[in-house]
């Protein structure tokens, strides 16, 4: 079976090369996979995934997402709109905006149906507790309720593949348990593969398998 | 997302409009002003005529001089149906120092068209000391019939008042062409000889018999005038000009807004790629708000414009003496102008906007 993210021999670096963050990176990630990818900070691991998802472009190397090579524009705008959902750290939802009005951001991109669109964030919003906080503006919503409803947003489109970096990273101890299990509940019941970066060894042990990065190398 | 995002940021938007706003309604009021009263001094002109003959390469009709006799030349062709002498002065009165003035002969069509407030049409010799005040002039030269005024170094007997429909006309002193001559020591000239055609014949022959006959003077149709008399050029550039400003300005607002508003919002943008938007649609989003605002400008410019017009229809002292219209002309220009202006003030926050890179976009503090 092919992998679903297949990684070869990545390089990044910043600061016209001075800063290198990724050494090269080789990694390959099965569909359906749920991968922690643990670290301390500044060892590479949201490069790792903005060069997955091609937010970031690789200075060498072979990145590939459901068989597609991440090589130019347009395919990085067609995995972000179709295969790749992402949820940071922090929520970045639009705070004077409703949730519902944020979730609804990725189906305008794709130029997807309403109704439809409509009715996928209904049910995701019952699946995440969210339902009766869909018509609420962000700024009103709790640190979790907006990590939630970050989660909604990038399940909008229903990926294939799922980019968290520390998603619960801004959570208290309650709401990161809730929250996670969410996560792990949302990806497993419908075949998705996770990659999650994370520093939380706890986090980390539930996911199937845990790699660890140093020094831009796994 | 368009409308979403000016809602979200209602001020910035209202600043945006406004400018544009301004813009148009400055430009609008300007040459719906300018371009009425280039219009009311075409009718003064015209009067029932279809052609004016003026002194070749004068810079203002007041320093025009064409021999009267031309009338009666150019009355005796065929291809004439009328030709009438016309001198425009300039007269001072006791607290009034510019009065239009208009020397004319008794058949000249003017005086029929007003309406007599005063006196009676017949009153008005060719020769004699009477004059017809418009009625504005009559208002504030405080003069009634058969009163004796003061103009310049004369003194004339009010033989009528007439309501003018041109305020120009409403607010001059119509005198005998002969009176006229003598008061501004111009015997034997006019200013202009209007031309009335006879029917089946053509400008053309009035032209080629000028330029045969009179190589000193030209003989122009109603709307060639317009267009080439340097007076009416002046008008109108100076009314694009003072809009073309207003707009520069109207652009600088959009310019600053949209600046401001893909500045403010760094963070969104990049979530807006995180979420599949293609740098294309990013752009087309920034020119798209600043189209829309753009729209709201035009529409509130228009209306502002309208407003204004309307206003100084409604002042006493001006009526008469603009008439303020917007033809579509002028709409179209100003809603071309406030679009492109829109799309030039939008060009760089777009470029800007479409080129970010995502991921350090959501580094940004």
Known sequence: MNPFVKIHDAWKSFDQGRVEVLRGVNLEVNEGEIVALCGASGCGKSTLLNCISGLEEIDRGHVSVSGHDVVNESVRVNLLRKHIGYVFQFHHLMQDLTLAENCYVPVIAVGGARQEALERMQELAEATGMSHRLHQRVRELSGGERQRGALIRSLMNDPKLLLCDEPTGALDEKNREKVFDLLLDLVRKNGRTLILATHDPELAARCDRTLRMRDGRI | ?365
């Open chain 2, 1 to 365: 997302m368009i409308f979403t995002n000016l809602r979200r940021h209602r001020v910035r938007t209202a600043i945006g409009a406004i400018g544009i706003a301004l813009g148009v309604a400055t430009m609008l009021s300007v040459v719906g002003i300018l371009g009425g009263a280039v219009k009311m001094f075409e009718r003064i002109l015209r009067s029932d005529s279809e052609m004016v003959v003026f002194e070749r390469n004068v810079s203002d009709l007041f320093f025009s001089n064409v021999p009267v006799g031309l009338a009666d030349e150019l009355n005796s062709q065929k291809f004439v149906r009328e030709a009438k002498p016309v001198l425009f002065a300039i007269i001072a009165a006791p607290e009034r120092p510019v009065v239009t003035c208009f020397g004319i002969t008794t058949t000249d069509g003017r005086l029929k068209k007003g309406e007599w407030l005063f006196g009676k049409i017949s009153d008005f010799h060719e020769n004699g000391n009477g004059i017809v005040l418009g009625e504005r002039a009559a208002d504030f030269l405080n003069a009634a019939l058969g009163d004796t005024i003061e103009l310049g170094q004369g003194q004339y007997s009010v033989a009528g008042i007439v309501r003018m429909e041109n305020g120009f006309e409403n607010g001059g002193v119509f005198m005998p062409l002969l009176t006229c001559q003598k008061a501004f020591h111009k015997e034997g000239v006019c200013s202009v000889v209007t031309v009335a055609l006879a029917e089946g014949h053509e400008a053309a022959e009035v032209k080629h018999w000028m330029r045969t006959n009179h190589q000193g003077l030209t003989a122009l149709e109603n709307e060639e005038f317009s267009n080439s008399y340097s007076q009416f050029k002046i008008m109108k550039i100076t009314a694009w000009v003072v809009g073309g400003c207003a707009f520069l300005l109207g652009g600088l607002s959009v310019t600053n807004t949209m600046i401001l508003s893909v500045f403010g919002r760094i963070r969104e943008l990049a979530i807006a790629r995180v979420c599949g938007f293609s740098r294309g649609q990013i752009a087309r989003m920034i020119f798209g708000e600043s189209l829309v605002i753009s729209a709201i400008g035009i529409l509130s410019g228009w209306l502002l414009s309208m407003g204004v017009l309307a206003a100084l229809r409604a002042i006493p002292t001006l009526q008469g003496y603009v008439e303020p219209s917007i033809g579509l002309t002028e709409l179209f220009g100003a809603s071309s102008l406030a679009i492109l202006t829109a799309l030039i003030g939008a060009l760089y926050p777009a470029w800007y906007a479409a080129k970010l890179n995502p991921a350090a976009a959501l580094r940004f503090e």
